[in-house]
């Protein structure tokens, strides 16, 4: 199976996972991670070609990539937008806070604004209720939003 | 003596405590002492303290360890930081702000066991808190507190981070153990148990983050110092939060027995003006509505089973007046049903089946029979029917809503029936 689509970078890191766990199957979350990373998201080319460091049938890898949403295997906007929609954020307005981003960029959930900006997504619990309503962009965890207020969000990470 | 254990040495800042920081105050003495003495008094120390998990279940944790085979061969001890149950976030603040905590506890589990390599299985949400784990574990290895001899004994000790792919199923022990081992994470069948089959299908132990770090404590000031912090037969502190429409929402260090209306009206500063407490879930979204009235039960293992809820997390949720408990649990529900692992009937096709149900009464299409159906609901996934607790959990608080919000529910029902 060709590697080709991997930069040695990669196929190193891969590697170097595998060393963590007894058998290469374990690996297979953290080798997705590390394609997602530079990449933002993981296309057919690379899923083989990561299968093919791991000695894994490609199929049996997008059955894990498909299980987790952390893991994306259709293109994502240059942003992607995770906004809490559990118990403690709904108390607090998270609904009016997803309108608020619905109406600011144009999309629905799950979908991506056609420049490839921003793709929008709800999420479970982050685990910082007490902040509610809370959001992530990319890595990044922002607390104590204005459900009103959707530009926090899409300028997050923009000049600092 | 310490009063806050776990969060006593947190900085003020926020920031992650420093090793330098974490030794000045005593850290590692606890493993130190737990390598002086044999694996079995280690297990018993625990034992002594009452030391329940924390993750929800509030299992005895030294119990758990014992059904651990004294045989040689590899052993694995696993910490559960996919902290994942909605309105919880008490792992995420342990994580981020005292790491080596973190590090020493599960070095002391594994030595109890006999394991030579961990596994701390992190949310891939909290990249932050792994951050700070690696950076206190890349210390730990260069001060020689881990590796081939672990704070220089003859004992050998590797801990890894596992970043999960983010699903609430990974919380649950034996779908962690798959997960884990990259298979796609379901439940297993129990016999075996992961304690005589778990990861690798070795024997293994699986405890949740914060239960891991009282270890430390318990090792260094003893089982009688640590029972005397709790206020029920239990021993230690818990972790409490309180998120919703509260003054000061926010996670204190209490003694466990804590009542519900201190948490609530003097950590938390009561509701906020113009919000009257309606109910409350006392320990995360799987856990039973409990009522003001409950206002004083002590929020211990038995004390909340008692009057029909579970401890669950120790991080309530707050529903106000002003909030509508149907539309409440239909939110709960949407996240259960999104989050179940599609294994088995029941819950992939209750779950759903009752979102809809919910949603269609919240919209004006339901009827009164809906009401029934919901009841039938909890009783096909009521415990026992289903492979693990996902479903039960999701249940519980239905079932609670509709004992005690029943007329929200039937004035929903009248809409659709005219």
Redesign the interface.
Known sequence: MSTSSLTPDEITAIRKALD???????????A??IVQQRHGWVDDAKLEAVAGVLGLSPAYLD??AT?????HRKPVGRKVIRYC????C???GSDRLAASLRERLGIGEGETTSDGAYTLLP??????????PVA?VA?R?LTGLDPADPDTLLEEGDGN | METKPLTGRFREDGRAVSLKEYHAAGGYDGLMMALSMHPDNVQKRVQDARLRGRGGAGFPTGLKWSFVPRTPGDKYFIVNADEMEPGTFKDRELMERDPHQVIEGAAIGAYAIGAHTAYIFIRGEYRYAEKCLQQALDEAYLQGILGKRVMGRDYALDIHLHLSGGRYICGEETALLNALEGKRPIPRAKPPFPQVAGLFGQPTVVNNLETVCNLPHIMRLGPEWYLSLSRCEDGGTKLYGVSGPVNRPGLWELQLGTTAREILEIQAGGMRPGHELRAFQPGGASTDFLLPEHLDVPLDFDSVMAVGSRLGTGCLIVLDRQTCPVKMVLNLETFFARESCGWCTPCRDGLPYTETVLRDLVAGRGCHEDLELLQEMIQWMAPGNTFCALAPGAMAPLQSALRYFREDFERYAGKGDG
Not at chain 1, 85 to 88: H, K, N
Not at chain 1, 123 to 132: D, E, I
């Open positions: 963590t766990y007894l058998w290469p199957e374990a690996a297979a979350v953290d997705l991670y059955s894990l299980f987790y949403p952390l893991l929609d559990s118990v403690s709904w108390l607090m999420h479970p619990c982050l685990g910082a209720c007490h902040q509610a992530m890595d965890l």
